[in-house]
């Protein structure tokens, strides 16, 4: 980037130059990167897996957002993974993050879960709620997005 661009950036965004982030959120000064790193990866993905989940919902109230993939898991892929399940991947490697889908046999989602996983680690939500007023799920913006992702796939 041009000297001038990063200024604007920066102005733009309301970032100071060389201003110190922990998974891009600002930290105190007395904090290294490599200290607030370290204190995050110390928490299991148990831990974290709440503040994960309010990040990635605002990045899916973006429209625009994609993630990296789209993809069908077939049963038994994954020692102990009986069934299979729709996955929307958001990241890879350490961590990473998705949402999947398990369908009926009409290819409706049933159950929605958000894993957060990091290196032999990981941690689930489960999406799916039951109101009481009746017997059919609350569905949140995530759960309409992988429904039309299934069915446009399907």
């Known amino acids: 980037m041009k000297e001038r661009s990063v200024r604007h950036f920066l102005k733009v965004t309301g970032l100071v130059s060389r201003q110190k982030f922990r998974n891009a959120s600002p930290i105190r000064k007395e904090e290294t990167m490599t200290e ?11 831990e974290r897996i709440q503040e994960q989940w309010r990040l990635r919902q605002e990045d899916l109230q973006d429209p625009e957002f994609e993630g990296l993939g789209f993809d069908y898991v077939e049963p038994h892929t994954f020692t102990d993974q009986l069934e299979g399940y729709w996955r929307w991947q958001f990241s890879w490697g350490g961590p990473s993050d998705e949402l999947r889908a398990f369908v ?15 290196w032999m680690d990981g941690a689930k939500i489960d999406l799916t709620q039951e109101r009481p007023e009746w017997s059919g799920i609350t569905v949140g913006p995530e759960w309409q997005r992988m429904q039309e992702y299934i069915e446009a796939s399907a």
Not at 36 to 45: G, H, I, M, Q
């Open 36 to 46: 607030a790193l370290k204190k995050d990866y110390e928490k299991t993905c148990a």
């Open 104 to 118: 009926n046999e009409h290819k409706e989602i049933h159950r929605l879960e958000y894993w957060f996983m990091d």
